[in-house]
């Protein structure tokens, strides 16, 4: 099964920041990753698939990159409705995994 | 617009059975894979199994697999989750939740469409 390293758990961040966040396969798993982004008490939202393709709607300040191993999820300026957290998953492989989260809370 | 309600959650001892349904509604559930995914209270997401969208293949996490069971109804548009032996590990909001593109098979489990989620408690 492949394992998915999300770094870091969680961090504080601003309105205004950029920000990434770091997700590691434990092999390569080509483009095959999407990202999320989960609120409390709600289900995930679908941000990017394919490493870097963003979800119709999802604004363009999200962005992915990577391929293989590495992978970042960046928000290029972060809103208020950005705090969060975001997982990565990959489709690689069955079984389909997740990465453990990273929480963005506010500074 | 595309709707997945999920039923069947509730408080059951360990050992027990429960069986979950997703309703499917908005788009034609017979062309889509379908997953489960859960989540346990204040932890991640867990990918739990798949069906394809025309019920030939089936894929389970390690953790369930043997006793969870996936499968689908393309005429109820009902999508299933069978969970014998429960465990208290299995306590979870567990989500249903289709693939983003139709007729995705190996490369299947990008989720667009998600249910609300129902919860599972195994106690005594």
């Known amino acids: 099964a492949i394992r998915m390293t999300q770094s870091p758990s969680s961090f504080s961040a601003s309105t205004g920041d950029r920000v990434t966040i770091t997700c590691r396969a434990s092999?390569?798993?080509?483009?095959?990753l999407a990202w999320y982004q989960q609120k409390p008490g709600k289900a995930p939202k679908l941000l990017i698939y394919?490493?870097?393709t963003l979800q119709s709607g999802v604004p363009s300040r999200f962005s992915g990159s990577g391929s293989g191993t590495d992978f970042t999820l960046t928000i290029s300026c972060l809103q208020s409705e950005d705090f969060a957290t975001y997982y990565c998953?990959?489709?690689?492989?069955?079984?389909?995994?997740f990465g453990g989260g990273t929480k963005v809370e506010i500074k | 617009q595309v709707q997945l309600v999920e039923s069947g959650g509730g408080v059951v001892q360990p050992g027990r059975s429960l069986r979950l349904s997703c309703a499917a509604s908005?788009?034609?559930?017979?062309?889509?894979?379908m997953h489960w995914v859960r989540q346990a209270p204040g932890k991640g997401l867990e990918w739990v199994a798949v069906?394809?969208?025309?019920?030939?293949?089936?894929y389970y996490a390690d953790s369930v697999k043997g006793r969870f069971t996936i499968s689908r109804d393309n005429s109820k548009n009902t999508l299933y989750l069978q969970m014998n032996s429960l465990r208290a590990e299995d306590t979870a909001v567990y989500y249903c939740?289709?693939?983003?593109?139709?007729?995705?098979?190996?490369?299947?489990?990008?989720?667009?469409?998600w249910g609300q989620g129902t919860l599972v408690t195994v106690s005594s």
């Open positions: 092999q390569g798993i080509s483009s095959y």
């Open positions: 998953q990959q489709y690689y492989s069955y079984p389909r995994s």
């Open positions: 908005g788009f034609t559930f017979s062309s889509y894979g």
């Open positions: 939740a289709r693939d983003l593109t139709p007729g995705a098979t190996i490369t299947g489990g990008v989720f667009l469409y």
């Open positions: 394919a490493a870097s």
């Open positions: 069906i394809w969208y025309d019920g030939s293949n089936k």
